[in-house]
């Protein structure tokens, strides 16, 4: 039985009906408890969900789709170490990185000793580095790191990179490289000084394409600048789940850590994917996001739904996707350190749950991940916010702050705060007719221009959102936030009945590319290509350099 045929999803259809005219500020106004019943507070994080279109009785009957769902076992399943991932064949243990204690999943299947192994090769080599003692080719101490990785090998070290700017260490400079693009390679080297310059190349499959043309063009890059063959030796590391290609390439096999085939790309920060971010923000830091990870697992296996962060979470998203319709969902934080966090979820929840078939490979017949999307909240107010104010859609919006800043300027933290509270208090509660006219009365304006104007400066309101609340930034908490949405999107997965770990919609592309590539200087083999891409080829040809 699918789930849409189950008598739980049945049951949350017809509260739904209930629900088609209830506003946002009917529900307020008819319970003043609503904030205190729809709202979770763990560590310090504060998840507000009252300005959800939902009730207790809405998250009840969605809890019982998690049961119906399994999800409790399913979840066991993971922590177990079972091939979860069928279509791939792999066990998921992301969360085995941030374990403190094993053996984990099993004594019979323990992949302690090697993450301890290379988290303690990590920090030992990270810390060289910060002290100044990873020396270059000519003698000179490593002063910048550039990571060359992408998808899941770039965005979450460089969303947490940024987000811990902070705490990072002053005389390092750690840069990251994913594009194609030489516009983003080339105008860095300019800046680097190969004589001080480490790249990591981070690829689990050493193959990516992006990845490799730019580890080749830094190796061209130093080999030019210092003039040896041997050079690559002290400029590179490498970070992969097959090491013997990193070898290959010239990295020293004493500075080439694994990843292994049960960590996906976009659960591996935790991983010696990591390693660019533990150089920048120091073993220690890095630990701390670890314990921080590991202390929402817990919290995640460990709580009742009703009160489970992630399952909460996980099940606003599925009540505002496949019944209240919404295609889309807005991450909007309000803290410039979480700039990168948008992108950072873009692939965690669209590269894990844009799926249109069920794990057992039949089509869906509901719909899965939203078009996740998103931008800095201040930002995004002068620009897009409009269309969430009047544009008409349901567009379901994350607001996300840190109380304390983590560069705080008189009188700017209390300004930021006041702007993402009122945007989604806006959004939620809107402008009626009536309250506009009266405050247009109240400015003394004509009726005729009263009447001109009102239907431009009405708001609908009714926009859901939730509102996270972080006391602060720093890698603890920020450890418990993405493993929170990493959980959030197991758990909508687990509900879906879909695969949250293969990615094989990313392949066809990368099929194409590599039959598009030589047909731009073979016009011969561009006769095989659809119409469309024979046409943008010439039109290359004639004006490629
Ligand atoms: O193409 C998608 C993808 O496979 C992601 O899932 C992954 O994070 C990224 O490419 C990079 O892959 P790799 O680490 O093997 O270079």
Not at 369 to 383: K, T
Not at 441 to 469: D, M, W, Y
């Amino acid at each position: 039985m699918t789930i849409t045929a189950s008598p739980a999803w049945a049951a949350i259809d017809a509260h739904r009906k209930t629900f088609a005219q209830t506003r946002l500020r009917d529900l307020f106004a008819s319970d003043a408890q609503r904030v205190g019943s729809l709202s979770l507070s763990f560590d310090d994080i504060f998840y507000d969900f009252s300005k959800q279109r939902l009730t207790r009785e809405t998250l009840g009957l969605l809890a019982a789709l998690a049961k119906e769902a399994k999800l409790a076992k399913q979840t066991e399943r993971m922590f177990a170490g079972e091939r979860i991932n069928a279509s791939e064949g792999r066990s998921v243990l992301h969360v085995a990185l941030r374990r403190s204690a094993g053996p984990f999943p099993s004594s019979q299947f323990d992949v302690m000793p090697e993450v301890t192994e290379t988290k303690q090769r990590m920090a030992e080599f990270a810390e060289r580095l910060r002290a100044g003692k990873c020396l270059g080719h000519k003698g000179a101490a490593i002063r910048n790191v550039v990571n060359i990785g992408i998808g899941g090998s770039d965005l979450g070290p460089k969303m947490m990179a940024y987000a811990l700017r902070s705490v990072s260490h002053p005389a390092l400079a750690v840069h990251y490289v994913s594009n194609l693009d030489g516009a983003q390679l080339a105008p860095l080297l300019q800046t680097l000084d190969p004589r001080t310059t480490l790249f990591i190349v981070v690829s689990k499959t050493f193959t990516t394409q992006e990845t490799m043309l730019n580890a080749n063009t830094a190796r061209e890059w130093l080999r030019a600048n210092l003039g040896e063959a041997l050079v690559v030796e002290n400029h590179f590391a490498a970070v992969s789940s097959k090491p013997e290609k990193a070898v290959e390439f010239g990295v020293p096999r004493g500075l080439v850590f694994p990843i292994w085939d049960w960590v996906g790309g976009r659960y591996s920060l935790w991983s010696a994917v990591g390693l660019a971010l533990m150089i920048a923000i120091g073993a220690q830091a890095f630990d701390e996001m670890l314990r921080g990870a590991e202390r929402m697992d817990e919290h995640f296996r460990t709580t009742p739904f009703e009160r489970n962060l992630p399952v909460i979470m996980a099940l606003i998203g599925i009540w505002n996707t496949n019944f209240l319709g919404a295609s889309t969902n807005a991450v909007l934080p309000y803290n410039e350190s979480l700039k990168y966090f948008p992108s950072f979820l873009q692939q965690l929840e669209m590269e894990s749950n844009g799926k249109s078939v069920s794990l057992g490979g039949e089509a869906m017949d509901c719909a899965t991940s939203p078009i996740v999307w998103g931008e800095l909240g201040n930002n995004g107010q002068h620009a897009f916010f409009q269309l969430l104010h009047q544009g008409g859609r349901l567009v379901p919006c994350d607001f996300i702050a840190a109380v304390r800043s983590d560069y705080p300027l008189p009188g700017h933290q209390e300004a930021l705060l006041a702007n993402c509270f009122a945007q989604s208090a806006a959004l939620a509660f809107g402008r009626t007719e009536s309250e506009v006219r009266l405050s247009m009365e109240k400015e003394a304006i004509s009726p005729q221009e009263i009447a001109r104007l009102l239907p431009h400066r009405v708001f609908a309101g009714n926009q859901p959102s939730s509102t996270l609340l972080l006391a602060s930034i720093n890698p603890g908490t920020l450890g418990s936030l993405i493993a929170l949405y990493e959980h959030k999107v197991f758990v909508q997965g687990v509900i879906w009945g879909i695969n949250s770990f293969d990615q094989w919609g990313v392949e066809l592309g990368k099929a194409v590319a590599n039959r598009i590539l030589p047909a731009f200087h073979d016009p011969d083999l561009a006769g095989v290509l659809d119409a469309s891409t024979q046409g943008l080829l010439s039109y290359c040809r004639k004006h490629i350099s």
